[in-house]
């Protein structure tokens, strides 16, 4: 199996035993740390009804997003009190966590509490790439022109598209309004598109090398040949005498 903690560190090892809400892995090996991809992209999706969205976080958390942030829209047809925000935010994170573990990413996809576009446009230093149902460039032609950023946002609207007001939030912020071309899109399939293009056309890929064996691993945090493994809500700590991983079921993000 493989557990990870969410920030990009894991590890592979074999279950050894149950003990009360914990499970003791012993380590084989350290997964290389996940060293992350250029740009570093961020989805601002407008709200839309159940399922869509669930479909829409699973698939931007698989397309290797850093941030996910819902935005409140005109014609948004979804509509959160704070109560209800909360608990659709756990819903989500618990799905970037089961998507994580589907596509082997260390790292989580952070979401963000719910904002206007205005508020999202006013604190966006980063481009921002929005798409449009018409009258905008294709998506192509501005990807060139961006070069390689360090980071960008996609910005998705709701089932209705987004109003007059919000097209004129866009073009008055220098926002890239772009087409995906000829039709119009539901806006979960324009938001997974859109996040494939952009990934094709900018990402930069790092270096990649094999794992290291848990002996003598040099990672972020180095094993020790006679350490334990085990997790606390505080965070790992040491003890002796055997190499091996306490994994509480509730308290890790993810294994595998």
Known sequence: MTCFDGAGRGWRGRIDRHSGDCTFVVIDSVVEPEVPTRPRVSLAQALVKGERMDLIVQKATELGVGRIIPLIADRSEVHLDTERSEKRLERWRRIVIEAAKQSERLTLPSIETPRTLGELLANSDE???????????PIRIVLEELGAPEEVTVVVGPEGGWSDEERRLLEVSNAHCVSLGAGVLRAETAAIAGLAVVRYALER???????????GATGPEPLNETATRSWSTSGWRLARPALSLAVPQAAIPGAT
């Open 205 to 215: 890929n790092p270096p990649t090398s094999p794992p290291k064996s848990a002996e």
């Open 127 to 137: 481009p921002v790439v929005a798409l449009v149902e018409r009258d905008a460039h």
